[in-house]
């Protein structure tokens, strides 16, 4: 499991303040003035958005880094909504994860994150304004503020989701990186709370000049993708923002009551102009993710070098080469995959971590000490320690080893079992 997320804490912290001042814990919506259920100041919020906005995104392919300027597009247009929204005070940032699912989603404070694999069903920048200005909404209205503490107050804990991996030796760690769950709090909301989204979203829409009918248009979309052959692969899209008719006549309702604004068809279009022309490629990517799924390695690895060919930029293609060519044993062949990885992306966690867990099977123990502290700085993975343990206890430096297992002792699933048991074969040697 990823290390324990602070949530838990301040939640913890403001129940305990709330039981000892006597305070309920109810506070006003800024959107709708209403007061609603809240057991966390606004600074615990931002607090909580700050810490696990990183996480969140090394969890989920981390930042779409082979064209940045749509890095710079996306935030721009975010920006002027967040301007218009009924916080504009809040630390707002905005960031596209290389991530094919089509999903974005909210973190408290005003921390926002959309999937490329959302931007390209997308067709005009008025589309794109109804995905951001419905996020901001959610981060204004402090949506996951109430969503925490409503699940504190039913005793059900907070749904922080960890890290499942197979761990049954080196080989069988394919696309480690990619079998990490988010470990960030990113709420499912309710339908209130989207219905209160679309419409204050559009309202901002049209204040920052954009055409409200965008927010019909995607809400269309969605229901017929809904009911499509193409449901199977937006799960993610549809648990958190799940799409009904009843969402479309609405917002059709407020888009009349709304001014009419820009489009921005072409500038939207030559922002993702590269996404599109990359659409083979991370069709290949996908393909080969799906074959790695049923254990069709050979045809992996064929389809994974096809995107290579297709986009040599991306690094997520030598990476999950490296992964596939570390399960036939040809490690110096996985190594140098792992190395232009690393080389292409040096931001995300598992490149470096998986380039470290390969060094220490090579027993290359400097260079894996190196890689996988490199990958603690990025993510703190129950792996990254055990295999430093690993390292050190193959250096013959017991104490850092043994401080190393503790510390991935502390999470779950069998890499936790295996960090118990070198915990207890070194005490027993003390």
């Given at each position: 499991?990823?290390?324990?997320?602070?949530?838990?804490?301040?939640?913890?912290?403001?129940?305990?303040?709330?039981?000892?001042t006597g305070i309920a814990g109810c506070a006003v919506n800024p959107v709708t003035g209403k007061k609603e259920l809240s057991l966390m100041s606004q600074g615990q919020e931002v607090a909580l958005g700050e810490q696990q906005y990183p996480q969140a995104q090394q969890t989920q392919g981390g930042e779409y880094l082979v064209d940045p300027s749509l890095q710079t597009y996306v935030s721009r247009v975010g920006q002027k909504l967040a301007r218009v929204s009924d916080q504009p005070q809040l630390p707002y940032e905005f960031v596209v994860l290389n991530n094919s699912t089509p999903n974005a989603w909210a973190l408290p404070g005003g921390k926002i994150a959309v999937n490329r694999g959302l931007l390209v069903l997308l067709e005009d920048e008025a589309e794109l304004a109804a995905v951001l200005g419905h996020e901001i909404v959610h981060a204004a209205a402090r949506h996951s503020a109430a969503a925490m503490s409503q699940q504190q107050i039913l005793g059900a804990g907070i749904a922080i989701l960890g890290a499942t991996t197979k761990d049954t030796g080196y080989g069988d760690l394919i696309s480690l990186g990619s079998q990490f769950g988010g470990s960030a709090y990113i709420a499912k909301y309710g339908r209130d709370n989207e219905l209160e989204s679309d419409q204050y979203g559009m309202k901002y829409m049209a204040a920052a000049g954009y055409d409200p009918y965008g927010a019909v248009r995607l809400q269309e979309k969605f229901v017929k993708l809904s009911k499509g052959k193409q449901a199977a692969g937006l799960e993610a899209l549809f648990a958190s923002h799940p799409p009904s008719q009843a969402r479309v006549d609405a917002n059709i309702e407020h888009a009349k009551q709304l001014p009419k604004g820009s489009v921005n068809r072409s500038q939207y279009l030559q922002a993702i102009a590269q996404l599109k022309r990359d659409a083979d490629a991370y069709k290949s990517y996908d393909d080969a993710m799906a074959a790695v799924k049923d254990k069709q390695y050979d045809r992996a690895l064929t389809l994974t070098r096809r995107a290579q060919q297709q986009q040599p930029k991306e690094a997520a293609f030598y990476a999950l080469e490296g992964d596939l060519l570390a399960q036939k044993k040809q490690y110096q062949s996985a190594l140098r995959s792992y190395e232009t990885a690393v080389q292409k992306n040096p931001t995300l966690f598992s490149n470096w971590l998986m380039r470290g867990m390969l060094n220490a099977q090579l027993k290359n123990y400097?260079?894996?000490?190196?890689?996988?502290?490199?990958?603690?700085?990025?993510?703190?993975t129950p792996h990254a320690h055990y295999y430093l343990?690993?390292?050190?206890?193959?250096?013959?430096?017991?104490?850092?080893?043994?401080?190393?297992?503790?510390?991935?002792?502390?999470?779950?699933?069998?890499?936790?079992t295996k960090a118990q048991a070198r915990v207890q074969a070194l005490s027993n040697k003390g």
């Open positions: 499991m990823i290390p324990r997320s602070i949530s838990n804490r301040l939640l913890a912290a403001a129940i305990a303040a709330a039981m000892t400097t260079a894996a000490e190196r890689d996988l502290q490199r990958s603690t700085s990025y993510l703190d343990g690993q390292v050190y206890e193959q250096q013959g430096n017991t104490r850092n080893a043994l401080s190393q297992y503790q510390i991935a002792a502390k999470s779950s699933g069998d890499i936790a």
